[in-house]
């Protein structure tokens, strides 16, 4: 059987940054985020007896030689959790650049779970699926259930796991990520965690996230954007700080990320409601209600070094489609 799925990108408010287990790739800390709905990956998967090996296609782009394995590493969890013993075709196609920190991991895997067990026949439970997704990629655990999304770090497999915390429909905030540099990011993020436990400030990061979460659970609950906003920026610059503190340490930032975000600060000055963050790459994400886009998106347009602007709002998690790619 043939299966594809459409899978968003996630953008994290808490940030997951470095593993307690980097096989089963169980996290230091739980993280939250919110599903975006136009940075998405479509996959579709088919197991054949024609096919002597798994055959991984990207179209438009290229994948590196690791990443293939880890996609033959998760199709053989797929195999043997389903009893399938047979090679796959895998054709997948992101809706926007790879590897330049805007989380095509996260998308990429959680749509070949989703994918890869429904072309096996085998049904799962969404938290079952977030579990697979998970030891594919961390943060693709984040993108099979809707909306806004908590992944819970467990201590063990079974217990680190992805849930809605609310749909995509709660509430409608906006995404504006902002492509300032569209090259491969220098460190992966699976390379950069190895040092996390070399920066004198993780542990202070990690203790200080239960009652972070805690917090922006309060400010979803009361849709208390202020309140969002500033705790997101907090928890950027509280895993950047730790980044960049490593040994050897990791700057994802360039001259442009640094300028945004000073003039992030300048239109907040100016009473334009608006805070950023940024994952494991130079781009921008800017987070506004819906009454701020229009503008937001007029003044981007005036910075030289925007290349591009990819405008989100929150979506709905990981879900089969009926249009294949092959
Ligand atoms: O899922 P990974 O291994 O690509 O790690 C993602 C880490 C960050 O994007 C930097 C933060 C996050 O929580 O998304």
């Known amino acids: 059987m043939k299966a594809t799925v459409i899978a968003p990108a996630n953008i994290a408010f808490i940030k997951y940054w470095g593993k307690a287990d980097s096989v089963l790739r169980l996290p230091l800390n739980s993280s939250l985020s919110m599903n975006l709905s136009n940075?998405?990956?479509?996959?579709?998967?088919?197991?054949?007896?024609?096919l002597k090996k798994d055959s991984v296609r990207l179209i438009?782009?290229?994948?590196?030689?690791?990443?293939?394995?880890?996609?033959?590493?998760?199709?053989?969890?797929?195999?043997?959790?389903?009893?399938?013993?047979?090679?796959?075709?895998?054709?997948t196609k992101n809706s926007f650049p790879k590897g330049i920190g805007a989380a095509a991991s996260a998308s990429g895997f959680a749509a070949l779970t989703i994918?890869?067990?429904?072309?096996?026949?085998?049904?799962?439970?969404?938290?079952?699926?977030?579990?697979?997704?998970?030891m594919g990629s961390g943060s693709a655990c984040r993108s099979i259930p809707d909306g806004f999304v908590v992944w819970e770090k467990g201590n063990s497999s079974d217990t680190s796991y992805a849930y809605s915390l609310y749909s995509h429909t709660y509430w409608d905030l906006y995404d504006i990520l902002v492509i300032v540099d569209t090259g491969m990011k220098k460190v992966s993020t699976s390379e950069g965690q190895k040092g996390v436990k070399t920066s004198p400030f993780w542990q202070e990061r990690v203790q200080k996230i239960p009652d972070k979460i805690k917090k922006m659970k309060t400010?979803?609950?009361?849709?208390?954007?202020?309140?969002?906003?500033?705790?997101?920026?907090?928890?950027?610059?509280?895993?950047?700080?730790?980044?960049?503190?490593?040994?050897?340490?990791?700057?994802?930032?360039?001259?442009?990320?640094?300028?945004?975000?000073?003039?992030?600060?300048?239109?907040?000055?100016e009473g334009i409601p608006v805070y950023f963050t940024?994952?494991?790459?130079?781009?921008?994400?800017?987070?506004?209600?819906?009454?701020?886009?229009?503008?937001?998106?007029?003044?981007?347009?005036?910075?030289?070094?925007?290349?591009?602007?990819?405008?989100?709002?929150?979506?709905?998690g990981?879900?089969?489609?009926d249009k294949h790619l092959f």
């Open 60 to 91: 438009g782009g290229m994948f590196f030689p690791d990443e293939i394995n880890r996609i033959i590493v998760a199709l053989d969890r797929i195999r043997s959790y389903s009893g399938i013993r047979l090679f796959a075709r895998v054709v």
């Open 219 to 269: 400010a979803l609950r009361e849709k208390n954007y202020p309140m969002l906003g500033a705790m997101i920026e907090d928890d950027c610059l509280s895993m950047h700080r730790v980044m960049q503190t490593q040994t050897p340490p990791i700057f994802y930032w360039n001259n442009a990320t640094k300028k945004l975000m000073e003039m992030v600060r300048c239109w907040r000055n």
């Open 115 to 134: 994918a890869g067990f429904a072309a096996s026949g085998k049904k799962l439970t969404e938290k079952e699926l977030t579990i697979f997704a998970r």
């Open 318 to 321: 990981a879900h089969l489609v």
């Open 278 to 316: 940024i994952d494991a790459g130079p781009n921008v994400h800017l987070i506004c209600e819906k009454s701020t886009v229009e503008l937001l998106k007029k003044k981007l347009r005036e910075i030289e070094e925007v290349k591009n602007i990819i405008v989100n709002t929150s979506a709905p």
């Open 39 to 50: 940075a998405y990956t479509t996959t579709t998967v088919e197991f054949s007896s024609v």
